[in-house]
């Protein structure tokens, strides 16, 4: 699976700060993320609370190697920006995902699965499946 | 017939519009919302008219699909994806056509706010923009004036309704009282379409 292309990992936030923290908490859970490219996608371009679609399409293609590209967002109009960029076709790399999962933990599982040479499927079933980590 | 020249008045009475009603928008939005409606829609719109300027899109569906891009890009809220979405979509069922007929026009209106309804999983009585955009949707093959009414009669509708979508849905019972922000803002969407005819 060595020469296998790396699934990229976006994350969209409301809050720069969250995004960036986030990103790096996963990699550094990853083992350093072992070649994951992991961008993120937080707030609006002023610096502001919100979401940029420039950000977002940004961020996608930045981590775009050719494998997917796996989305997870916070909520609201970061869930919503971009499935209005996947519906309008061309704004992201082909086989991008929107991710139904938790945050955190979901970048968490996203990147260590993506570190393992998975494919666009697996890590985004290693994210979604995060949701059933129960804490009590 | 409508054409390329009327689907701009729209979109710039929308923007004047918005900007004279940007606080009362946000006002709206402080107790239920994030006190952002207003400058989050006056920002888009304002792109919008400067990119309408610009780039002078020759039919109808071209006009609302560049402004619905605009707005995707430019709001940094939920409204953006939502209205981007709204006009975009409402463009593209307007096909190339250099003209289009009022009853077209309500029938792309339609498969606009369609498409919102998917994008955000509203139904009528969730607090939300769909509340005044489906009832002037209905009213659309009346007249504009109809429209109008009814977007703005379905936007008052919504100060007695618990939210059931968006942030304001986390305040449960304390959604009552006050009117949604984004119906609110929708009623002056359909209201220009009334100055943009000269009506």
Redesign the interface.
């Known amino acids: 699976m060595s020469d296998t292309r790396t699934v990229g990992i976006v994350l969209v936030s409301h809050s720069a700060e969250v995004a960036a923290s986030v990103a790096e908490l996963a990699k550094g859970l990853a083992g350093g993320g072992a070649g994951v490219p992991v961008a993120a996608a937080g707030g609006?371009e002023?610096g502001?609370?919100?979401?940029?679609?420039?950000l977002v399409a940004a961020a996608a293609a930045s981590v775009d190697r050719g494998a997917g590209v796996a989305v997870l967002t916070d909520l609201?109009?970061a869930v919503?920006?971009v499935?209005?960029?996947l519906?309008?076709g061309d704004e992201l790399p082909p086989d991008t995902r929107l991710v139904d999962a938790p945050f955190v933990e979901g970048a968490v599982a996203a990147v260590v699965t993506a570190s393992t040479g998975a494919d666009l499927a697996a890590v985004v079933a290693a994210a979604s499946e995060a949701y059933s980590y129960r804490k009590v | 017939m409508l054409d390329a020249d009327f689907f701009r008045r729209w979109m710039t009475a929308t923007a004047a519009s918005v900007d004279r009603e940007a606080d009362r928008l946000t006002d709206l939005d402080s107790p239920i919302g994030d006190a952002d409606h207003g400058s989050n829609l006056q920002r888009g719109f304002t792109a919008v008219r400067a990119t309408l300027e610009k780039e002078g899109p020759g039919t109808p569906g071209a006009v609302l699909a560049l402004a619905g891009r605009q707005l995707i890009s430019t709001v940094g809220g939920a409204s953006g994806p939502l209205y981007g979405t709204l006009l975009r979509r409402t463009g593209k069922a307007l096909g190339d056509a250099a003209e289009v007929s009022d009853e077209q026009f309500a029938e792309a209106l339609r498969t606009g706010v369609e498409a919102v309804r998917t994008l955000g999983g509203a139904a009528p009585g969730d607090k939300t923009m769909i509340d005044a955009l489906v009832p002037a949707v209905d009213a659309l093959g009346e007249s504009f004036a109809a429209a109008r009414d009814a977007a703005r009669a379905g936007a008052e509708a919504t100060t007695p309704l618990q939210a059931r979508k968006g942030r304001a849905s986390y305040l449960g019972e304390r959604s009552v009282g006050h009117q949604d922000p984004g119906a609110a803002s929708a009623a002056l969407l359909i209201a220009a379409l009334v100055e943009a005819a000269g009506e």
């Open positions: 609006t002023g502001g609370f919100g979401t940029s679609a420039e609201g109009s919503l920006t499935k209005a960029l519906a309008e």
